[in-house]
Nanobody, 116 residues
Framework: QVQLVESGGGLVQAGGSLRLSCAASGSILSIAAMGWYRQAPGKQRELVATRTSGGTTNYADSVKGQFTISRDNAKNTVYLQMNSLKPEDTAVYYC??????????WGQGTQVTVSS
């Protein structure tokens, strides 16, 4: 089992920045990839960015060049640095982890609101 706890969401003006954090605990060594998804009101949950344990990253086209995913292995924490935020980035952001057995784990979500 893997437990995920997110932090760092909030309200920011358009053009501002936020950094989300997701601390993992439990079966850390079984984690194959971690990342972030988001869900805006009335929309389906969508991938934002992922990072494998080997360091390979993947981003949604809509956030390439704007968001950066990173991981601090010593702290078992993954980060999402979000710059030049736009109102359309407003959503609940969920931390995600997948283990080598292809089990998926989710955090509780953190709200990001970007005002225009």
């Amino acid at each position: 089992q893997v437990q995920l706890v997110e932090s760092g969401g909030g309200l920011v003006q358009a053009g501002g920045s936020l950094r989300l954090s997701c601390a993992a605990s439990g079966s850390i060594l079984s984690i194959a990839a971690m990342g972030w998804y988001r869900q805006a009101p009335g929309k389906q949950r969508e991938l934002v960015a992922t990072r494998t344990s080997g360091g390979t990253t993947n981003y949604a086209d809509s956030v390439k060049g704007q968001f950066t995913i990173s991981r601090d292995n010593a702290k078992n924490t993954v980060y999402l640095q979000m710059n030049s935020l736009k109102p359309e980035d407003t959503a609940v952001y969920y931390c995600y982890a997948r283990n080598y057995y292809v089990d998926n784990y989710w955090g509780q979500g953190t709200q990001v609101t970007v005002s225009s």
